[in-house]
């Protein structure tokens, strides 16, 4: 089992709260999905080729020396392309954020609840080692 998941009921694997609100939020928002289409085409190998051809084709057909067109279309592209990225990158950010502050409130709501039941271990072992040692305590009992 990977950190930050649990045994759901019946030993089924349930998601971290975080992630479940990440995917609904990507499901729910149309600029999300939007984003990710494009950076998850952006970072393809898909992109690359489809680029190696456009700007061969573009040099050898369409423009000649020195491609001032070209250049601004790539120029505009690596534009809206870094964009992307930082969104990307904020939003992953913004993700790793909210699951830290989660996985701390309950990291802390665990500690406190293993303070409480170390606390009542000790009162009970202080007890039953008062009542072990107490004077008549070991008294040897004679059968009737």
């Known amino acids: 089992m ?4 649990h045994q759901g009921p019946a ?3 349930s998601t971290h709260p975080v992630v479940t609100a990440f995917h609904d939020l990507r499901r729910h928002d149309l600029q999300v999905r939007v984003a990710d289409a494009i950076t998850s ?3 393809s190998m898909r992109f690359v080729y489809l680029h190696a051809a456009v700007f061969l084709l573009w040099m050898l057909v369409v423009e000649s020396t020195p491609w001032p067109t070209l250049t601004l279309i790539v120029s505009l592209e690596a534009i ?3 964009t992307f990225v930082l969104i990307g990158q904020n939003r992953q950010a913004a993700f790793q954020l909210a699951k830290a502050d989660h996985d701390f ?4 709501l665990e500690l406190q609840t ?4 170390t606390r009542a271990i000790h009162v009970m072992t202080t007890e039953l080692h008062r009542r072990a040692t ?11």
């Not at 990977?2 to 998941?5: E, L, Y």
């Not at 409130?105 to 802390?108: D, S, T």
């Not at 293993?114 to 039941?117: D, G, I, R, S």
């Not at 107490?134 to 009737?144: E, F, K, L, S, V």
């Open 134 to 144: 107490a004077p008549g305590a070991h008294r040897d009992r004679q059968p009737r």
């Open 11 to 13: 030993g089924g694997r």
């Open 2 to 5: 990977t950190a930050g998941s």
């Open 41 to 43: 085409f952006a970072g």
């Open 80 to 82: 809206f392309l870094s």
């Open 105 to 108: 409130v309950q990291q802390e």
């Open 114 to 117: 293993n303070t409480e039941l």
